[in-house]
């Protein structure tokens, strides 16, 4: 049977068998499909298990995971599932504090000796890496979970656990059918002939808008471009504006100098005509000037 059925993984250490097998008979007498390693379906024989155990863990879409004192430090593939699980984007992962409390989960001096057995695995062992491992741990200590109390019984706790489970479950299907629901309603609307056309005549509409816009910061970018240059001119050439009638362009002409200096004049911000003279190397070069109306 393919693994990828079991929509939720129960990680936990070999001290809970007993625990996490009557929670795997709960689960699947509410409909549920979890991944158990007591399950021929979930671990069939003659197959390799390390392989079958990490892909489960990894397209699960619920994570129980079983905390216990010895979920640290009895066995290496608790902590080896649960490293897959938090790797694993969109998994939701529920803590299950049942033979260790939230408050000693957290306490500084035993997860120390945690820290010291898992630096002694990794030694034989390249696939344990310690800051991989201490980050998990922090995963874990964001995620809302579930303590035991002894007071209410291990019969009322799973009872509370499947039922969390199952509402957990059920929003997630209604979350992926809403999801599917407003993709199939797109793709119809694609299929529709108003639909395209609509939306074609909305795209061009907003092209001509972008083109309006860019042609209009062109057009200020030239009218700069051309004030600074003239006033560049003025400075260059010692220029002395005066007012008289113009034309588009600049003429420099003179007797005995062959060159001749045209100005653009298009860009100019004021519609008062200027004449403008010049003095280089003796000889006086007129220069006239028209402002363009248009600017």
């Given at each position: 049977?393919?693994?990828r059925r079991h929509n939720i993984f129960l990680?936990?250490?070999?001290?809970q068998k007993d625990f996490v097998e009557q929670?795997?008979?709960?689960?699947?007498?509410?409909?549920?499909?979890?991944?158990?390693?007591?399950?021929?379906?979930?671990?069939?024989?003659?197959?390799?298990?390390?392989?079958?155990?990490?892909?489960?863990?990894?397209?699960?879409?619920?994570?129980?995971?079983?905390?216990?004192?010895?979920?640290?430090?009895?066995?290496?593939?608790?902590?080896?599932?649960?490293?897959r699980i938090v790797q694993s984007p969109g998994?939701?992962?529920?803590?299950?504090?049942?033979?260790?409390?939230?408050?000693?989960?957290?306490?500084?001096?035993?997860?120390?000796?945690?820290?010291?057995?898992?630096?002694?695995?990794?030694?034989?062992?390249?696939?344990?890496?310690?800051?991989?491992?201490?980050?998990?741990?922090?995963?874990?200590?964001?995620?809302?979970?579930?303590?035991?109390?002894?007071?209410?019984?291990?019969?009322?706790?799973?009872?509370?656990?499947?039922?969390?489970?199952?509402?957990?479950?059920?929003?997630?299907?209604?979350?992926?059918?809403?999801?599917?629901?407003?993709?199939?309603?797109?793709?119809?609307?694609?299929?529709?002939?108003?639909?395209?056309?609509?939306?074609?005549?909305?795209?061009?509409?907003?092209?001509?808008?972008?083109?309006?816009?860019?042609?209009?910061?062109?057009?200020?970018?030239?009218?700069?471009?051309?004030?600074?240059?003239?006033?560049?001119?003025?400075?260059?050439?010692?220029?002395?504006?005066?007012?008289?009638?113009?034309?588009?362009?600049?003429?420099?002409?003179?007797?005995?100098?062959?060159?001749?200096?045209?100005?653009?004049?298009?860009?100019?911000?004021?519609?008062?005509?200027?004449?403008?003279?010049?003095?280089?190397?003796?000889?006086?070069?007129?220069?006239?000037?028209?402002?363009?109306?248009?600017?």
């Amino acid at each position: 049977m393919d693994i990828r059925r079991h929509n939720i993984f129960l990680s936990h250490s070999g001290s809970q068998k007993d625990f996490v097998e009557q929670l795997c008979e709960d689960l699947e007498r509410a409909k549920q499909s979890p991944f158990f390693d007591k399950r021929p379906h979930s671990l069939p024989k003659g197959e390799e298990f390390a392989p079958l155990i990490f892909t489960a863990a990894q397209e699960c879409e619920l994570a129980v995971v079983v905390l216990s004192e010895e979920y640290f430090t009895r066995s290496k593939w608790p902590m080896l599932e649960l490293v897959r699980i938090v790797q694993s984007p969109g998994c939701l992962i529920l803590p299950l504090f049942y033979r260790l409390s939230c408050k000693e989960f957290k306490k500084p001096k035993r997860r120390e000796r945690w820290f010291q057995v898992w630096d002694e695995w990794s030694k034989s062992d390249d696939r344990i890496s310690l800051d991989v491992w201490k980050n998990s741990l922090r995963e874990l200590e964001g995620r809302n979970g579930m303590e035991y109390v002894k007071a209410i019984g291990e019969v009322s706790y799973r009872k509370d656990i499947v039922a969390t489970i199952c509402g957990l479950m059920q929003r997630r299907s209604q979350e992926e059918g809403a999801a599917a629901a407003a993709s199939d309603e797109y793709e119809n609307d694609l299929q529709q002939p108003g639909f395209t056309t609509a939306t074609s005549r909305l795209n061009r509409r907003a092209f001509a808008c972008l083109r309006s816009t860019l042609l209009l910061i062109l057009r200020q970018v030239v009218i700069s471009l051309s004030t600074f240059l003239l006033l560049v001119g003025y400075d260059h050439y010692n220029l002395d504006p005066r007012a008289s009638p113009s034309h588009d362009l600049c003429h420099c002409s003179h007797d005995s100098d062959p060159q001749s200096l045209s100005i653009l004049s298009t860009g100019l911000m004021t519609s008062r005509p200027a004449k403008l003279k010049m003095k280089k190397s003796g000889i006086s070069h007129a220069v006239t000037i028209r402002r363009s109306n248009e600017t």
